[in-house]
C-alpha cells in the first residue's frame, strides 16, 4: 500500500491535481441543478454500465433530454442507431427510472447518510449495482463511495492489495471498498478523488 500512497501523492503534487480538481468541482455544481440534470447523469451511469464511459458521453451528447420522454421502443431504436452494446435493456432500465425524473432531487435531501442513499438507489433503480449507484453519487458531487470495476480491481491486484475475484459480490464490494477508504484517507484525499486518480493512474484517461 505504501507504494501505491506514494505514487498517488506525486501526481497530487502535480499538474493533474489541477485537472482532477475542476473535475470534482464539476461534480458538486451538479448537485445543485435540477430534477432533469440530475436524471440525465442517472441515466448516463446506466448507458456505461457494462459499455464504456467514452460511450456514454458520446450516447449522453446525442441523445439530450430524450431520455427524459422517450418512450422504451423509441430509446432503444435511438440507442440501436447510436450504436450501445445492450440497447433494449438500457432502454428498460431509463424507462422504467423515468418514474422518478420530477423527484429526485427531493428523494437525494431524504439522505443524511451517503451509504442509506446508495442502497436506496440499488433497490429502487433498475440497471443499478453498487458500482452503478457509487458512479452516479460520486458524478453528482458525493464523495464518501467507492466505484469498483475491474480496472480499479486490476490496479489493486498489481500492487498486492487485493487478489483478483472472479465475481464482485456484495460483500467483495464492501471488503474493496474498505481498503479503497484507508487507501484513501492515507493519501489525504476523498473517495471520489481517488477514484480519479486511479483511473488516471490505470488508463491515462480523466473521464466521469
Known sequence: MRKL???????????????INKRISSFEKLRM?????????????????????????????????????YTE????????????????ARASYIRSAQRYRGEIVGILDLFSNDLDLRE?????IKGFGYKEASHFMRNIGYKNVAIIDFHIIDLLSRYGLISR?????????????????????????SLGELDLYLWFMETGKILK
Not at 10 to 19: A, C, F, P, S, V
Not at 120 to 124: F, I, M, S
Request: aromatic share 8%; with cysteine.
Open 33 to 69: 441543478g435540477s430534477n432533469s440534470d440530475i436524471f440525465r447523469e442517472l441515466c448516463f451511469c446506466l448507458l456505461t454500465a457494462n459499455y464504456t464511459a467514452e460511450g456514454g458521453i458520446r450516447i449522453q451528447n446525442s441523445i439530450g433530454d430524450g431520455v427524459l420522454h
Open 165 to 189: 475475484p472472479k465475481t464482485i459480490t456484495k460483500s467483495k464490494y464492501f471488503e474493496i471498498e474498505r481498503i479503497l477508504d484507508l487507501i484513501a484517507r492515507k493519501g489525504e484525499m
Open 120 to 124: 436506496w438507489l440499488v433497490k429502487n
Open 5 to 19: 500512497i506514494s505514487e498517488l501523492k506525486i501526481l497530487k503534487d502535480g499538474d493533474i491535481n489541477q485537472e
Open 73 to 88: 421502443k423509441r430509446l432503444a431504436r435511438t440507442l440501436k442507431m447510436l450504436g450501445h452494446r445492450f440497447p433494449n
